[in-house]
C-alpha cells in the first residue's frame, strides 16, 4: 500500500513556474513507476509526465516537453514536477499516481495509488 500527497499547486500568471511535490509513504516507493496527470474542468484526466523506477527514463505529453521536468528522490520518496513557462491551458488538478509497471506508462489504468491532487491555476 501507498500513500501520495501532492504539494505545491496554487495560482501563477502566465510564463511563470511552479514546482509540484509528492510524498510516499512506505519503504518501497524505487519499486514504483510514478507519474503525474492532470485535469481540467470538464475534460478528462490526462497523461502529463512519468518516471521509471529508477529515474533513468521519462516521459511527457507533447504539450509540455521543453517545459515540464519530472524527477524523483527515492531517497526521500517524493516525486517531483518542475513546471516552466506556464500557459492558462496548464490550469487542473494535478494528480501524483504509482503503478507497479514495469516501465513508465503513460494509461492511467495502469496506476494503482492516487493522490488527491493539487489545483494549479495560470491565470492573470
Known amino acids: 500500500q501507498v500513500q501520495l500527497v501532492e504539494s505545491g499547486g496554487g495560482l501563477v500568471q502566465p510564463g511563470g513556474s511552479l514546482r509540484l511535490s509528492c510524498a510516499a509513504s512506505?519503504?518501497?516507493?524505487?519499486?514504483?513507476?510514478m507519474g503525474w496527470f492532470r485535469q481540467a474542468p470538464g475534460k478528462e484526466r490526462e497523461f502529463v509526465a512519468a518516471?521509471?523506477?529508477?529515474?533513468?527514463?521519462?516521459g511527457y505529453v507533447d504539450s509540455v516537453k521543453g517545459r515540464f521536468t519530472i524527477s524523483r528522490d527515492n531517497a526521500k520518496n517524493t516525486v517531483y514536477l518542475q513546471m516552466n513557462s506556464l500557459k492558462p491551458e496548464d490550469t487542473g488538478v494535478y494528480y501524483c499516481?504509482?503503478?507497479?509497471?514495469?516501465?513508465?506508462?503513460?494509461?492511467?489504468?495502469?496506476?494503482?495509488?492516487w493522490g488527491q491532487g493539487t489545483q494549479v491555476t495560470v491565470s492573470s
Open positions: 499516481a504509482a503503478s507497479t509497471a514495469q516501465y513508465y506508462t503513460v494509461h492511467s489504468g495502469e496506476y494503482n495509488y
Open positions: 512506505g519503504r518501497t516507493f524505487s519499486s514504483y513507476v
Open positions: 518516471i521509471s523506477r529508477g529515474g533513468g527514463t521519462t
